[in-house]
């Protein structure tokens, strides 16, 4: 199992530009998370999606977009960079019920730099 | 509001020196105590998960234990190879999301 992979791995926008981070899990868990961590901030939740086409916002979700079509992509969406979201951006993913999540397994990574 | 607290920011130690690092939370039902450890440029890394208080997790010179109010990771004669920030989360009950604090910094000096 590859686990959970990101692409890319790092990446320069200009203010204004567009992009798309992508996930990817192989160990068929239902739940999917993207975050962002800052230096010296803990791990930021930004959207977490339950299931195919069941996304929800997390504690930073503004200047992002999130899509889940299907149970093993979790794209994250940057529709105007600004230079605030200049950040490394973790995807996670784990199994879940309504009471109970199992541990997170996260991916390596993707570094954006906002310029 | 669910609040994860790591202390210190940073610790320095000589290989084979033992100590704790600390996390304490405030939670309005706790589900379960994460622990992750995280390598410079790579993603968090799971070593325990506490459910009730009084339970201890080990793992090689690891062990995690939880009370009411906050966990400790022991660190039992360290090695430069346990080098790394090491990060607490919580998860309230009834929630999915995890509250991550914000690490310790672990140094160990050959």
Known sequence: NAGVTQ???????????SMTLQCAQDMNHNYMYWYRQDPGMGLKLIYYSVGAGITDKGEVPNGYNVSRSTTEDFPLRLELAAPSQTSV?????SYGTRDLQETQYFGPGTRLLVL | EDQVTQSPEALRLQEGESS????????????????????????PEFLFTLYSAGEEKEKERLKATLTKKESF????????EDSATYL???????????????????????
């Open chain 1, 89 to 93: 951006y973790f995807c996670a993913s």
């Open chain 1, 7 to 17: 692409t890319p791995k790092f990446r320069i926008l200009k203010i204004g530009q």
């Open chain 2, 88 to 110: 607490c989360a919580v998860q309230a009950t009834g929630f999915q999301k995890l509250v991550f604090g914000t690490g310790t910094r672990l140094l160990v000096s050959p």
């Open chain 2, 20 to 43: 704790s690092l600390n996390c304490s939370y405030t939670v309005s039902g706790l589900r379960g105590l994460f622990w992750y450890r995280q390598d410079p440029g790579k993603g």
């Open chain 2, 73 to 80: 990771l022991h660190i039992t004669a360290p090695k430069p």
